[in-house]
Structures are given as C-alpha cells and as structure tokens.
C-alpha cells in the first residue's frame, strides 16, 4: 500500500467537496435488477436453523459431560455464535423483513438471546458508523479503547500502559481480538444498564440475563470448575477473534476523513470501504460483510444479492472515477496491521484521505479525478 501523501487543510470547517457524479442512477439500476427484493426463503432457512443449531450444540454439550472434549464444542459454539451474529447484522439492516417491527425482534431474539451482544448498544452505534464511516469525531468504530487508527488517538492517551499496547499493536493485533468476545458482552450491559434512552430495556435485559448468566451457570453445571473456566475461555476468544477478523478489514487502512469535511454519499461510502476478494465461501465465513462498498451504498439489501450487485457497482465507480478498493483476504490483513502498526508508533499521516489531498493540491471544490494511496489498488 502506497503511503499517503501529507494533507495541509485549505479550507475552513463544513468544507463541502461535490463528486461530479450522482448515487441516483446506480441506485435505480440496481433496483431494476431486483437486487433489493427481500430473500424470504434464504432467511427463514437460517432464522430456523440458527436455534435449532444451538440447541443441538447445548444437547451435545450436556451428552459429553464433564471432559476436556468440550473445548471443541466451544469452539464450534463460538464459530455459531458469530454466525448468528452475522444474521442479526442483517435483521437490523432491515434486509429480512419490510416490517421493522419483525426485524427488531428477530434483531433482538438472535443478538441478546443467543449470542449476548445488545441491539440497542449494537443499532446506537452501528447506525452513526454507517452514517459517516471513518470521519473523526462522528464514526464510533474509530474510537477504541485499546487499538488505535487514528494519530488523535495516540496523541489523546495519557496511561502508560496503554500507550505502550498501542506502540506495539501491530504485533498484538490478532492477540488483543482473542479478548474482543468480552468488550462486547460488557459494551451490551453497560448501555443497557445507562440512563440513556433504549427502546425495548426490559426485554433487553431480561435476554441478557438468560444468555450471559443462565449460559454460564449451565456450564459450570456440567463441568467441572477448571474445565468449565477453560471451556468459556475458549469460547469467548474463538468468538471474539472470529468477530474482530470479520469486521477488522472493512474500514482499517483506509482515508480517515477530516472533521468538518462533507462527502457526498457516494464518495462517502465507496472511497472509506473495502471489499474482500473471494469466493462462495468467504460469503458465508464473513457473512456478507466481504461485499462492505456494496452494504455501505445498499444497507437494506439482502445479503445473497451482494455478489451479483458488486460488479455493477464496481463498473460504475470505474466509470465515474470513484476509487473501487477490492483485495484479497490476506492482504487485507497485511494492509490493517501495517495502518496500526504506523498509527502506535506515532506517524502522523497515516490517516491522510486521498480526495482532500487532490482538492487541497488543486484549490476546487469539484473533484474530477480520484487520486490514489490508501483508497486504491
């Protein structure tokens, strides 16, 4: 990955950039296609088999009894758990259901019931995200509490012992996802348990309570102590590393955006995500989120028409000169651990965006051209 070009800013706060091209007539062609018909018979598949998988898992769990096996029902379970989670992204994307009522539920019995994340802690901050992905001050997604992605965040920390993680996050990278399964449990009750205002709190908390304590007594009731403790070690780390490698590629490694600076939708999604290159089968391990520029434009479209909407998309970015970033799995890896790696280590324009650098080089406001570095191949 090319490193980005400094940015000196020439234009005062709310500086308004215009892409030259509009989201419009690609909206309507995908729409012709029928690319945003929802997929009843490819859901309701999944909405059955999801319970009744864990409820085959925990049948297992109990036959096994008390043995060290169990740490490879753990793991599956783990491996579960992310899947539905996936499936509850797609809820809350509204890409099941036309009801938003029936996608809340259905968000809710698959978030907090079975995989124990919050849908109000998830649908809060995952909504803002979506709405300005990688711009300081407005995406959550770049405000972490131990991983830094922006130089603001390393310049902001005063503990020393977690300066010295992000000095070395490069290398605990991968490591430091294996404790992501917990941040996301506590996240969930924490703004369950906040004064803010959350629709739907008691149910919330009442499937909380069933999936993060009656799981864990359940567990403790069929092993014993040492093997229980490592058996919901392994769970939770399988969980959160499969989690955090998921979602990890998406946006990392990509433009940060200036506060103030104002995209237009398409520059704001196309140019700030990046696809994953891959077959039939990375979209079921990845669970849609490797087609990112496409969920990002198409939030509500259902997840098994991504792949046939990414060469669309892709062809009319390339038409309109709107960077299309697209690499494989491995690389993309490489591209996120390099970003943080530069990012600990305190170099200050890593997260330079490419689109301000071309309008602050050539003093318009009307961007004809997409320039390079970290926003495309």
């Not at 917990?182 to 906040?194: D, G, N, Q, W």
């Not at 359940?218 to 989690?243: C, D, E, H, K, N």
């Given at each position: 990955?090319?490193?980005p070009r400094r940015y000196t800013?020439?234009?005062?706060?709310?500086?308004?950039?215009?892409?030259?091209?509009?989201?419009?007539?690609?909206?309507?062609?995908?729409?012709?296609?029928?690319?945003?018909?929802?997929?009843?018979?490819?859901?309701?598949?999944?909405?059955?088999?999801?319970?009744?998988?864990?409820?085959?898992?925990?049948?297992?769990?109990?036959?096994?009894?008390?043995?060290?096996?169990?740490l490879f029902t753990g793991a599956?379970?783990?491996?579960?758990?992310?899947?539905?989670?996936?499936?509850?992204?797609?809820?809350?994307?509204?890409?099941?259901?036309?009801?938003?009522?029936?996608?809340?539920?259905?968000?809710?019995?698959?978030?907090?019931?079975?995989?124990?994340?919050?849908?109000?802690?998830?649908?809060?901050?995952?909504?803002?995200?979506?709405?300005?992905?990688?711009?300081?001050?407005?995406?959550?997604?770049?405000?972490?509490?131990?991983?830094?992605?922006?130089?603001?965040?390393?310049?902001?920390?005063?503990?020393?012992?977690?300066?010295?993680?992000?000095?070395?996050?490069?290398?605990?990278?991968?490591?430091?996802?294996?404790?992501?399964?917990?941040?996301?449990?506590?996240?969930?009750?924490?703004?369950?348990?906040?004064?803010?205002?959350?629709?739907?709190?008691?149910?919330?908390?009442?499937?909380?309570?069933?999936?993060?304590?009656?799981?864990?007594?359940?567990?403790?009731?069929?092993?014993?102590?040492?093997?229980?403790?490592?058996?919901?070690?392994?769970?939770?780390?399988?969980?959160?590393?499969?989690?955090?490698?998921?979602?990890?590629?998406?946006?990392?490694?990509?433009?940060?955006?200036?506060?103030?600076?104002?995209?237009?939708?398409?520059?704001?999604?196309?140019?700030?995500?990046?696809?994953?290159?891959?077959?039939?089968?990375?979209?079921?391990?990845?669970?849609?989120?490797?087609?990112?520029?496409?969920?990002?434009?198409?939030?509500?479209?259902?997840?098994?028409?991504?792949?046939?909407?990414?060469?669309?998309?892709?062809?009319?970015?390339?038409?309109?000169?709107?960077?299309?970033?697209?690499?494989?799995?491995?690389?993309?890896?490489?591209?996120?651990?390099?970003?943080?790696?530069?990012?600990?280590?305190?170099?200050?324009?890593?997260?330079?965006?490419?689109?301000?650098?071309?309008?602050?080089?050539?003093?318009?406001?009307?961007?004809?051209?997409?320039?390079?570095?970290?926003?495309?191949?």
């Amino acid at each position: 990955m090319d490193a980005p070009r400094r940015y000196t800013p020439t234009r005062p706060r709310d500086t308004a950039i215009s892409q030259g091209s509009s989201f419009t007539p690609l909206a309507q062609q995908v729409r012709e296609l029928g690319l945003l018909r929802r997929r009843y018979g490819y859901y309701w598949t999944r909405l059955v088999a999801a319970p009744a998988a864990v409820a085959l898992c925990l049948l297992v769990f109990s036959w096994i009894g008390d043995s060290w096996w169990q740490l490879f029902t753990g793991a599956v379970l783990a491996v579960l758990f992310t899947q539905i989670a996936f499936l509850g992204h797609d809820a809350a994307h509204r890409q099941i259901f036309i009801s938003g009522r029936w996608n809340d539920w259905i968000s809710l019995i698959l978030g907090d019931l079975l995989v124990g994340m919050s849908y109000g802690w998830w649908q809060h901050k995952h909504t803002r995200h979506h709405a300005n992905p990688n711009k300081l001050g407005s995406d959550p997604d770049i405000e972490l509490p131990v991983i830094a992605v922006t130089t603001e965040s390393v310049a902001s920390q005063r503990n020393r012992s977690f300066a010295w993680l992000q000095a070395h996050q490069g290398l605990l990278f991968f490591p430091i996802l294996l404790l992501e399964g917990i941040s996301l449990h506590a996240s969930s009750v924490r703004r369950v348990c906040s004064r803010g205002r959350l629709q739907r709190r008691w149910v919330e908390i009442a499937f909380l309570v069933v999936r993060l304590v009656g799981y864990p007594v359940l567990v403790f009731f069929v092993l014993s102590p040492g093997i229980a403790a490592t058996f919901l070690a392994v769970q939770l780390g399988v969980f959160g590393f499969y989690m955090g490698i998921a979602f990890a590629p998406n946006h990392k490694g990509m433009p940060v955006v200036p506060r103030g600076l104002v995209l237009d939708f398409l520059s704001r999604q196309v140019r700030m995500s990046r696809n994953i290159r891959g077959g039939r089968f990375l979209d079921v391990l990845m669970g849609g989120l490797n087609y990112q520029v496409e969920h990002h434009l198409f939030p509500s479209m259902p997840r098994p028409h991504l792949r046939r909407a990414a060469p669309i998309v892709q062809q009319y970015c390339e038409t309109n000169r709107v960077p299309y970033t697209q690499v494989g799995l491995f690389t993309s890896y490489a591209i996120v651990v390099s970003y943080i790696n530069r990012v600990g280590l305190g170099e200050r324009d890593v997260f330079t965006c490419p689109l301000v650098q071309s309008r602050a080089a050539i003093g318009t406001e009307t961007l004809h051209r997409g320039s390079g570095g970290a926003a495309g191949e």
